[in-house]
């Protein structure tokens, strides 16, 4: 099982930056697939992005290419997501995934791990 912690969260300004990342406790991220999800109050979750193991396959949400990039750390067996441009928009909780194996997918349903999210808040 793994167990999965954001950190990284925190309030900007608008078209400030934020790195969020996720680690596994316990075991590494070995042979699974990290996406990145949010929700915002009232609105259903929304995938942002995600990487598979090797890293060489990725996937982002429309709403954020451009802005935000999925990264892996191996040394500290992390996943980040870096957001730049921010905009009051972006508020919601954050919340990593994992799905073992090797497809990327947007879905939620795809992914049998979560971790608790973090906060972030965009101010105009």
């Known amino acids: 099982q793994v167990q999965l912690v954001e950190s990284g969260g925190g309030s900007v300004q608008a078209g400030g930056s934020l790195r969020l990342s996720c680690a596994a406790s316990g075991r590494t991220f070995s042979g699974y697939v990290i996406a990145w999800f949010r929700q915002a109050p009232g609105k259903e979750r929304e995938f942002l992005g995600a990487i598979s193991w090797s890293g060489g396959s990725k996937r982002y949400a429309d709403s954020v290419t451009g802005r935000f990039t999925i990264s892996r750390d191996y040394a500290k067996n992390t996943v980040n997501l870096q957001m730049n441009s921010l905009r009051p928009e972006d508020t919601a909780i954050y919340y990593c995934?994992?799905?073992?194996?090797?497809?990327?997918?947007?879905?939620?349903?795809?992914?049998?791990?979560w971790g608790h999210g973090t906060q972030v808040t965009v101010s105009s």
């Open positions: 995934a994992a799905d073992r194996g090797y497809s990327v997918a947007t879905g939620s349903q795809s992914y049998d791990y």
